[in-house]
């Protein structure tokens, strides 16, 4: 079988996405994502991303790690998706539904409201998110939040000093996360902007993390070291975080469709 795919990015957090709103595919085994987004065997991309029918929203959106896990959100995937889809849509996700508003190069994104208790992260065991009481080498005293998959957010004074490569793989999988941990480390340039490198979950050091952007945000906000609006840069380039009054994350950024491409199923099943 013949599959069309589009090869999309948001900052250069880049996607293959698979569309199966009309003609369904095979279920999409973990093995088979991570070999698509293999970069030297596959067609190679951060996540895939696999469009499905819905019976409470719009559609459905599946994201898959280049490791090959599914999870729950993916903010630059959801920008992707809506200058896709170019129509706003209510989009059901294992994290929560959002609302895609796309816009010119690119959408403006309701990601929907953040959790903070700890087992909504989830953690081990009880401790205030805020400021977390742990630390892993001169990372210490994070804060957390779950805005449709898990997030710890360090402050520091220089994000790009800090090894991510090392530490972010030993934070992702340390026992304190039971689903395991995207990884963010953020330094406030003054009270509208932040500078952030991640490391994610079961894909690593990307260009950027629109949910990590969206974590960062209002664990800043929460402490008290930004506006409610606040540009976050990442190496890939900047997103406006907005936390609405009425508690919603709203992202806004681009995105952009690379290439369209076909591939035989059975090549990767
Ligand atoms: N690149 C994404 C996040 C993708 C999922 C993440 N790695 C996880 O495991 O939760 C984004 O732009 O948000």
Known sequence: MRVPFTKMHGLGNDFVVLDARGDPLPELEPRVAAAL????????????????????????????????GEVGACGNASRAVALLHGAPARVETAGGTIALEPSDGGASVDMGVPRFEWDAIPLDYPMDTLRMPVGWGYLEEPGAANVGNPHVVFFVADSDAIALDSLGPEIETDPLFPERVNVNVATIVDRTRIRLRVWERGAGLTRACGTGACATAVVAMRRGLVEREVAVELPGGALTILWQEDGRIRMTGPATESYRGSFEWDDYA
Do not use: W, Y
């Open 37 to 68: 987004a293999d970069r030297r065997e596959g067609i190679g991309c951060d996540q895939v991303i696999l469009l499905e029918k819905s019976e409470s929203a719009d559609f459905r959106m599946r994201i898959f790690n280049s490791d090959g």
